[in-house]
C-alpha cells in the first residue's frame, strides 16, 4: 500500500526567464517550452492520494493503470498553449487504463483555459464502464479563453464553454443523468438522525430539571422532597 498526501505536479505556465531586469516569472509559457507528458503515472496497486494536483502537461494528466487506485480530492487545469490537435488526440485530464476494474476517486474537478487556440475536449475523464460509477461527484469549470470540454466523463455529464467566462457544471452521478429523483441520500438519514439525537437530548434535559425541584410536578421522590414530608409531619405530632 502507498499513500501520498498534498501533491502539486506542475508543468510551469509561466517562469522567470533569468533577466534580471524582469519581473519574476515574465515569461509565459509557449506551446514547445518545458516539455511534461503527464504529471503522474500511477501503475502500482492500492495506492491512495488524498490531495492531488496537476497541471498543464502535455498529454494525459494523470494516468491510472494499477488496481485498487483512490483519490479524494484533484484539482486539474489543462494547457493553456496546446492547439486542437491535442483535444483530436483525446487526451485527457484523469484516466483510468480499460484494464483496470478497482478504481475510486471523490471530488475530480477540471478546468480549462485553452489560452492561444480554440480546443475541444470531447470529455474530461475517461475510465473502463465498471469503474464510471465510482467516479464520485466529477466537475468542470471554463475558466475563460477558447473552446472548452464537450462531457464530463467517458462522454456523459455536461460540458463547459459554451456559456462564457466561469461557467461551472457538477455532474450529479448519485442518480441517472435524467436527474429522476432518487433514494434519499445517506447523508440525509444521518442529519436526521442527529437531529433526532438533538432533540431527545433536550427532552431527557427538561425531565433532568423538572426532577431537580424546577417544576414540582415530579419531585415527590427526590431527596428534597422527602426532607419537606419529613418536616410536615414533626409539624403533625407537634400538634
Not at 1 to 6: E, Q, R, S
Not at 64 to 91: L, M
Request: with cysteine; charged share 20%.
Amino acid at each position: 500500500t502507498v499513500v501520498g498526501d498534498h501533491l502539486w505536479l506542475w508543468r510551469a505556465d509561466h517562469y522567470d526567464s533569468g533577466n534580471s531586469m524582469a519581473p519574476i516569472d515574465d515569461s509565459i509559457t509557449m506551446l514547445g517550452e518545458l516539455g511534461c507528458d503527464h504529471g503522474l503515472v500511477v501503475t502500482g496497486h492500492n495506492v491512495t492520494i488524498y490531495g492531488l494536483a496537476v497541471e498543464h502537461t502535455l498529454k494525459d494528466q494523470v494516468v491510472w493503470s494499477g488496481e485498487g487506485g483512490a483519490v479524494y480530492f484533484y484539482q486539474c487545469e489543462c494547457p493553456y498553449d496546446v492547439t486542437s490537435e491535442w483535444a483530436d488526440k483525446g487526451y485527457v485530464a484523469y484516466r483510468v487504463d480499460e484494464g483496470v476494474r478497482s478504481h475510486i476517486a471523490y471530488g475530480i474537478g477540471v478546468y480549462t483555459y485553452f489560452r492561444d487556440h480554440e480546443v475541444w475536449m470531447e470529455t474530461a475523464i475517461r475510465t473502463p464502464a465498471v469503474v464510471q460509477g465510482s467516479i464520485v461527484q466529477p466537475f468542470l469549470t471554463f475558466l475563460n479563453g477558447h473552446g472548452g470540454i464537450r462531457s464530463t466523463i467517458n462522454g456523459v455529464g455536461p460540458g463547459v464553454g459554451e456559456a462564457g467566462s466561469f461557467e461551472l457544471q457538477f455532474f450529479n452521478n448519485d442518480c441517472s443523468w435524467e436527474c429522476r429523483p432518487a433514494t434519499m441520500h445517506r447523508s440525509w438519514w444521518i442529519s436526521f438522525v442527529g437531529i433526532l439525537i438533538f432533540v431527545l437530548a433536550v427532552l431527557v434535559i427538561l425531565a433532568l430539571l423538572r426532577c431537580l425541584g424546577v417544576c414540582n410536578a415530579c419531585c415527590r421522590r427526590s431527596a428534597k422532597c422527602d426532607e419537606s414530608e419529613s418536616e410536615s409531619a414533626n409539624d403533625t405530632a407537634e400538634d
